[in-house]
Every structure is written in structure tokens, then in C-alpha cells.
């Protein structure tokens, strides 16, 4: 019996996979060439897979990778989506930086905090993406944004799930 | 979790600062291409045609997929019923037949007309073919990919139309493919009629799959519930007589309408030249002010 409980459930020899790093950033760019499936829609009222994984990963890890890579990801969603040149690179480095701040200030958290910050950052996202349309002459009334925000917020846990299955699958804790 | 703390390693403080500096080199850099997308938006226009390059065989590739799984579904739905269906589609044809006697006898008379009143006719040439591969599903602009790039003559600015109706215009261009502006993005603006009155509206998109259409005069409203709008070939980008979108519900002074060709359900899309080029021209010096 004492053996059973001194002895670890982990295989000897089993470690982080190899290139463990460099899967957090690669799962992101998974997410943002979601956006060429061949998906021809009315109405935008997907979530921005990209940007949750990325939020997901960096809510789970503060040291997943350095801020900036948010930049050149950012920058890569821009040109796949289609978005104004700069957008996502805008709004995904704040969101690392806030986090960044945030991370200073939170003694504690739980998963509802993680949540509750993942849709501050969604709905940044999200305003940002109007406002940005409206000085490009596409003023869409706000209210048109309330479905794909409830639609981001609600695949967030999804999101969070799967960088959590990712992390112990780069990590070896299987 | 808390935040990394990088302890008294001064190379491990000095990781941590210097990632600090180059997010916010990374946010300046971020916000000066946003400023020059806003400001000018054809800036990026070759990275832009680039990436959609780079991206478009995936999702053509894909579509070829998705467009082959759904055939075999829809092909295999055809052999049920057939023999009713096969009677129903007997009947119609015959009707149609009647239609289009009649109809070539006016077409006849139409251009037995027009030669009398000595009208210039300006046919709109096809420039070229494709499908409509994906969409900008997860932003409230609409954009779609077409599979169909500057190597088979697209330009910046053609309009695109489907057999049953107007899809939108091109405003990104890449060798393989294109990016569409749909009808319905707010963005677009498109000068129309009321087919059934002839009176001159304008179309706006809502940027939820259906359009705006609001009358040029003020005055009671003239829509009706399935009004159809038609393009008027105001303006000399769109080709006129192009049916755009069926009305659907009367809001205030104006109407919602669906545009009639639906984007996820045409197979090709055709991209023409603007109905006059001369439409094209203030948007090619603009072009060429531009660094």
C-alpha cells in the first residue's frame, strides 16, 4: 500500500515532447488558418479562433511565449482573415500586455476570473473590429456584434480545453 | 498563476524587459499599419493579393471536398421520387417552352426597337469565371474568396455577378484568387430601381447576409413585400437590369431585402467589366497618388 502511494503515476523517461516550445505558437497559427476553411457564410458570427487560442494559452501560462510573438501572429490573422492590415496585431499585443498587468495585480485565480478576463479581452476584440469597420465606411449597428460576441464568449471554454489537452500533451503528463 | 518571476538571474530580468519593449515596439508598429489601412486603404494591397496566394488553394482545395461530399448527398436525394419528379419536371418544361417563344418575340421586337431609336448598346464582356470559395465568416465585414485572380484578368473594382444576381465587386487581387465585397457589407453602395415602379433607391448592405434599400425621394414609403430591385447602372460600376434583392419586411422609411443571388449557394460567379470604364478611372490615379 505504501508503495502504491509513494510510487508516480509517471512513466520514467517520459518528458517534455521535443519543439515543446514552439507548440503554443504553432497551435495559434493552426487556429488562425481555420479562417480558409471553405466556409462561404451570410453573416460573420464565427469566433476568431485565433485569438481565443491565444488568449487560452496565455490565460493558462504566463510564460508560454515572449509578448511580442503576439505581434507577427497578429499580423499573419490580418492577411488570412482579411482584416485591415494591423488590426489583430493591435489588439492581440494589448491583450498580451494587459494580461501582463493583470498578471501583477491578481493574487488569486479560479476559473471563472480566467473567464471573465477572456471575455473583457473578447469583447475589446470584438469593439474594436466594429470601430475599426466604421471608419473603413462600414458602420454595422452594434447590436449586429451581440451574436458573435455571445457565440466567442461561449467557445471560450472549448478553447481552453483544447490548450489544456495541448499543454499535457507537449509537456509528457499524459 | 502568477506572473513569471524572473528572481535574481539578471539575464532572466533583463529577457523579461527587453520582451516587455519589443511588445510595445510590436503595439507602435501595430498601430501605425492599422492608421495606414484606415487612412489609405489600398496600402497593403500586393501583401494583401499575396496572402490571399497563399491561402486560396487551401481553401479551394477544401471546397473541392466539401462541394464533392455534398454532391454525392444531393445526387443520391435525386434518385428518390424520381418518377413523380420526372413528370412535375415534364410539365414545366412544356410551360417554359410557351414562355420563351413569347419571350424571343419580345426580345425581337426590343431590338427591332432600340435600332429604331438608334440606342448605343454596351454589351458587358465576361472577364472571367470562378467559384466562390470561403467568406470572412468571423468578421462583420462580408467578404468572399473568389477562385478566379489577375492571371485570368480580374482588376480591382470589376463587378461580380451570379446567374441569378449581383454578388458584389473585387477589391483585393491576387494571382489565383480574389476577394469579393459583397452586396451585403455595409461598405457597399449600390444604385437600383424598383423593378416594379421603376423608381430610383439605393442599396446598402447590413452586414448580416440582406441589404438595406432606401428610396432616393422622400415621400411614403413605395415598398411592398416582394418587391423585386433591380440595378440601375447608376454610377457605370454595376451593369444595369442586374436583379439584386427581393424585399422582405418594410422598416420605417426603407426595406430589408435578400439579395437574390444567396453567396453560399451559387456555384460560379462572373466577373465583368464595369458597365462604363471610365467608372475605373478615378480609382486607378488614386492608385497611382499612392506610395
Redesign the interface.
Known sequence: MVRSALASKQKIGQGPIPGAAYVPAASVFVGILLACLPIVALSGWFPDFGFLILIAWRLLRADVWPSWWAAPLGLLNDLVAGYPVGLSVVVWTVSMLALDLIDRRTIWRDYWIEWALAMLLILLNETVQWQVAAWMDAPVPYSAMIPPLLISIAAFPIAAWIVVRLDRWRLGRQ | ????RPGWSRRAQY?LFF??I??????A??????????AA?N??KD??GA?LD??AP???A??QV?ATVQGLASGAGDYWDAASQNGQLKRQRDAMREQLTTASAILQENRQLKAALQLREQTTEAVAAGR?????????????ILSAGKSDGVQVGMPVRAPQGLIGRVI?VGSLAS?ILLV????NIVPARLLRTGQAVISQG????SVEIKPLEVGRNPFKPGDLIITSGTGGLYPPLVPLARVVRLDGDNAVALPLA???ATSFAIVEQPYEPEAMAPLSEKDKELP
Do not use: E, K
Not at chain 2, 508598429?29 to 484606415?38: D, E, K, P, R, Y
Not at chain 2, 470559395?133 to 462580408?142: E, I, L, M
Not at chain 2, 451585403?184 to 461598405?187: E, I, T
Open positions: 498563476m502568477a506572473a513569471p529577457g520582451s516587455f519589443a511588445a510595445i515596439l510590436g503595439l508598429i501595430g498601430l501605425i499599419l492599422l492608421a495606414f489601412s484606415i486603404p496600402s497593403f501583401f494583401r496572402a497563399g491561402t487551401i481553401t479551394g477544401l471546397h466539401t466562390l470559395v470561403g467568406s470572412s465568416y468571423q468578421s462583420p465585414r462580408r467578404f468572399a483585393d476577394r451585403s457589407d455595409r461598405a447590413r452586414g448580416d447576409g444567396n453567396p453560399a
